[in-house]
């Protein structure tokens, strides 16, 4: 095989790679009545039967003036202004079959720097099942990590490594290669 074909090979491979899509994603809607004041929301995915990660978002249907980040696929964080947040919508990718357990906190400022208004473990399925495991409205639940953040991944999702940086650029030069010899 010679090197135009190798490359264009990998570039097949590579781009199926990247371009692959959460063909079985799903959503859930979530209420929360009397939940406090809230200007800051953390959703961590902490168990994963085959559900999660997060999906795009992550969390939508949010109150005006709200915005979700995915900072990594278990972790999503909401912010705006301060509202009794009453719901939204948790989007998953993965098996549909299956469920995913989630841990939450709400907080009346920013994370880490306020105080929790609301604290909740669960499970969620598919179709739309909540196995509630603790909640607590204030410190938290006992059941739950340590809502310092000790026990949650709140990092940012990592970057490529050199070597797949290395082949997508391999890939590209050799897709472009193939076209200018056309």
Same mark, same amino acid.
């Given at each position: 095989?010679?090197?135009?074909?190798?490359? $264009?090979?990998?570039?097949?491979?590579?781009?199926?790679?990247?371009?692959? /899509?959460?063909?079985?994603?799903?959503?859930? $809607?979530?209420?929360?009545?009397?939940?406090?004041? *809230?200007? #800051?929301?953390?959703? =961590?995915? $902490?168990? @994963? /039967?085959?559900?999660?990660?997060? @999906?795009? +978002?992550?969390? #939508? #249907? &949010?109150?005006?003036?709200?915005?979700?980040?995915?900072?990594?696929?278990?972790?999503?964080?909401? /912010?705006?202004?301060?509202?009794? +947040?009453?719901?939204?919508?948790?989007? =998953?990718?993965?098996?549909?079959?299956?469920?995913?357990?989630?841990?939450? =906190?709400?907080?009346?400022?920013?994370?880490? #720097?306020? *105080?929790?208004?609301?604290?909740?473990?669960? $499970?969620?399925?598919?179709?739309?099942? +909540?196995?509630?495991?603790?909640?607590? =409205?204030?410190?938290?639940?006992?059941?739950?990590?340590?809502? /310092?953040?000790? @026990?949650?991944?709140?990092?940012?999702?990592?970057?490529?490594?050199?070597?797949?940086?290395? +082949?997508?650029?391999?890939?590209?030069?050799? &897709?472009?290669?193939?076209?200018?010899?056309?």
């Amino acid at each position: 095989m010679n090197l135009k074909k190798w490359l $264009t090979a990998a570039g097949v491979a590579a781009l199926s790679i990247f371009c692959s /899509t959460g063909a079985h994603a799903w959503a859930v $809607t979530q209420s929360c009545g009397g939940c406090g004041p *809230t200007a #800051t929301a953390e959703f =961590f995915i $902490t168990g @994963d /039967t085959g559900a999660g990660p997060f @999906d795009a +978002l992550g969390i #939508t #249907t &949010l109150p005006a003036g709200w915005t979700a980040t995915l900072v990594n696929p278990h972790y999503v964080i909401a /912010t705006g202004p301060s509202v009794n +947040l009453s719901g939204w919508t948790e989007n =998953f990718a993965g098996d549909i079959a299956d469920s995913v357990e989630l841990d939450l =906190f709400f907080w009346s400022g920013g994370a880490l #720097t306020s *105080t929790i208004s609301f604290a909740a473990d669960y $499970t969620r399925s598919l179709n739309g099942g +909540l196995s509630l495991h603790c909640q607590s =409205f204030g410190a938290g639940c006992s059941a739950m990590n340590d809502p /310092t953040g000790v @026990d949650y991944d709140r990092s940012p999702a990592g970057v490529p490594e050199p070597a797949t940086l290395a +082949l997508v650029g391999f890939a590209l030069a050799g &897709l472009a290669g193939a076209r200018r010899r056309r």
